[in-house]
């Protein structure tokens, strides 16, 4: 079964859910997705089970502006698909393709009556059907297929990475996260971070500090802490494999303390050069470059924590 590559979007600004969907839309068009190839527009309220509107019609962003003119209230769940051009793979073969593409935006009612927690899931998303295509292959022999493969793999995610970039300059979200749909989507298990000041990674490593020690009853997840011995898999993402989640939950284990002291002034004496990242004036993104999804960036905020502790 296919994993699906999902990125979470943070906003501030109290736009609606429907305009929130029909800006991302733009984003794609902008990106090489075809105007008028949008389909299965659908919105439902916090039963799931019932949708208020669907069509299945092609339909460009400015038609689906107008379907949506009248849903605006603050309950509702939007979303729409398409898909992404990109390579795909027969074996060790490249080959040009798409992968389904779909944008979803919520209100934040929507989150409360369906038990979701925003800290999770955002105000909106974009997601990719298949990560495959986005993961290279770099525990393999460096023969010329796999660097061929990588090569394709590596184009594949510069192109996600330039949408995530145009979306931080012309949305400007708070912050936006980029995960597999493996784990539970908290900031240790992100591939790639968006965030537009160093002010908003305070209340990622608040809501690190919040799963240690109180968990998320609604995701049926314990408090972290009581997992020392043996890791909840899911929370930190079973990728990661049991050897490793061991030791970032003793990494924690050591760090929790220092939230207390948490300040705006010393994360902005991080020095950058420590990682791949991207500055323009939308913000920063932060990620293991070039291939991002096979890495989660557990260490930025490991490292985060241990400067707190030196303040």
Known sequence: MSIELVT????DDEVPARVQLTNLMQIFESRGIEEASWKGLTVRDSNLSRKIFQSQELMSCRQVETALANYDKADLHFSIRSALPCFRFKGMTPQKGF???WVEAWGNEFNENVGRCREIEGDAAFSLADSGPFIALIEHEETPQVQQ?????EENLDKV???????????????MKAFTAKGLYQPL?????FFRDSYFLIDDLKLIRKLWNEGLPNYRTAPL?????KPDLFAFHPWRGMELTSALVSRL????DSVDYLNHTCLEAIDWKHYDNYESSGGRVVLDY????????DHFYLDLFNTQSKE
Do not use: G, Y
């Open 8 to 11: 979470r979007l943070w906003m």
């Open 99 to 101: 992968v389904p593409l």
């Open 149 to 153: 493969v990588n090569q394709c793999v």
């Open 161 to 175: 990475t330039e949408i995530i970039l145009t979306i931080a300059e012309c949305i400007k979200p708070m912050t």
């Open 189 to 193: 298990n992100a591939h790639l971070v």
């Open 225 to 229: 802490c009581e997992s020392v011995d």
């Open 253 to 256: 284990a050591a760090e929790m």
């Open 290 to 297: 070039p291939f991002w999804v096979n890495s989660f960036l």
